[in-house]
């Protein structure tokens, strides 16, 4: 079955701090790729994805995320955290063909302290 | 306003009792999802439905019950036979023209007692 990882289920950072956060596939097919964020709160919202071309794709509030398909990853940038970006953060994926269904990763708790 | 609304915030229920959750979108959205999220889980899909009066079971459908009589609503019932059913329920929706991209609701968080 298709899954998706995200390595770090806490993480911890100063303000300032470069961020990326990984995510991995295990599907060998077509894939469209996914970050969502769900800050406290607030509704969970898409940050960027990723369907096709150019795979340094830009997402909102300077976060980016570069597939990478030799490593079936995913991994989400960026270069300087603010306390607002604390948040959980989910990888998904729709693998081909299904129906548009979203498989998401356990996610990230990233707290960013001042 | 446009969005997606789920309530109550809150529930609860005596262990054995059947209980519905709302989900109503005002997005004019075709198709709409129920899932379940627990601590270090993610999100797990439950049942979706891509056009009304048609739905389908996802990875955790047992236990579960849903009904698509309108474009809009789409109610989840958590049944007795669901052996754990306190969670944080999430209900979103998409529009045929932008695939994967899904709004969600403020969720529901079940307890039951």
């Known amino acids: 079955a298709q899954s998706v990882s995200q390595h770090n289920h806490h993480v911890i950072l100063s303000e300032a701090a470069s961020l990326e956060l990984g995510c991995n596939y295990s599907y060998g097919g077509t894939v469209n790729l996914f970050w969502y964020v769900q800050y406290p709160g607030q509704h969970l919202q898409l940050l960027l994805k990723?369907?096709?071309?150019?795979?340094l794709v830009k997402g909102i509030k300077g976060f980016e995320a570069e597939f990478i398909k030799s490593k079936f990853s995913f991994n989400l940038r960026k270069p300087s955290v603010q306390w607002s970006d604390t948040a959980e953060y989910f990888c998904a994926v729709i693998v081909g063909g299904g129906y548009n269904k979203l498989i998401f990763g356990a996610g990230t708790r990233l707290a960013v302290h001042p | 306003d446009g969005g997606i609304t789920q309530s109550p915030k809150y529930l609860f229920r005596k262990e054995g009792q059947n209980v519905t959750l709302s989900c109503e979108q005002n997005?004019?959205?075709?198709?709409m999802y129920w899932y379940r999220q627990d601590p270090g889980q993610g999100l797990r899909l439950i049942y979706y439905s891509q056009i009304v009066n048609d739905f389908q079971k996802g990875d955790i459908a047992e236990g579960y019950s849903v009904s698509r009589e309108k474009k809009e609503s789409f109610p989840l019932t958590v049944t007795s036979a669901q052996k754990n059913p306190t969670a944080f329920y999430l209900c979103?929706?998409?529009?045929?023209?932008?695939?994967?991209?899904?709004?969600f609701g403020p969720g529901t968080r079940l307890t039951v007692l």
């Open positions: 990723y369907f096709s071309g150019d795979p």
């Open positions: 997005l004019n959205h075709d198709a």
């Open positions: 979103a929706s998409r529009t045929s023209a932008q695939a994967g991209t899904q709004y």
